[in-house]
């Protein structure tokens, strides 16, 4: 089964960027869809992207849309989230995973360690 290793996080002000990469044990070629989620303290996991083969298709929450960029090499095994214009309300731990695409981008797989994202001045 795929393992996932999420890398990137830190801290930064508002408005300010971070790209986080999570990095696959095996290819992801044949992943359709991989995802990007995050839980905040308190909070349920929530998908914040998703992205299915060869880039064709994404999936945006709404509060992250205009902001947040999903995108996958295949070559790599890697998915990125590029994250610009940072608000405090990002604030969370972020993962990715494999997941099933449809109305609802539902996670599947194993949940790796996450990378801890935290925006404050």
């Known amino acids: 089964q795929v393992q996932f290793v999420d890398s990137g996080g830190g801290l930064v002000q508002p408005g300010g960027s971070l790209r986080l990469s999570c990095t696959a044990s095996?290819?992801?070629?044949?992943?359709?869809?991989l995802g990007w989620y995050r839980q905040a303290p308190g909070k349920q996991r929530e998908l914040v992207a998703a992205i299915t083969s060869g880039g064709g298709r994404t999936n945006y929450a709404d509060s992250v849309k205009g902001r947040f960029t999903i995108s996958r090499d295949n070559a790599k095994n890697i998915v990125y989230l590029q994250m610009n214009s940072l608000k405090p309300e990002d604030t969370a731990a972020y993962y990715c995973?494999?997941?099933?695409?449809?109305?609802?981008?539902?996670?599947?797989?194993?949940w790796g360690q996450g990378t801890q994202v935290t925006v404050s001045s």
């Open positions: 995973n494999a997941a099933d695409w449809g109305p609802i981008v539902v996670a599947k797989g194993s």
């Open positions: 095996t290819s992801i070629t044949r992943i359709y869809a």
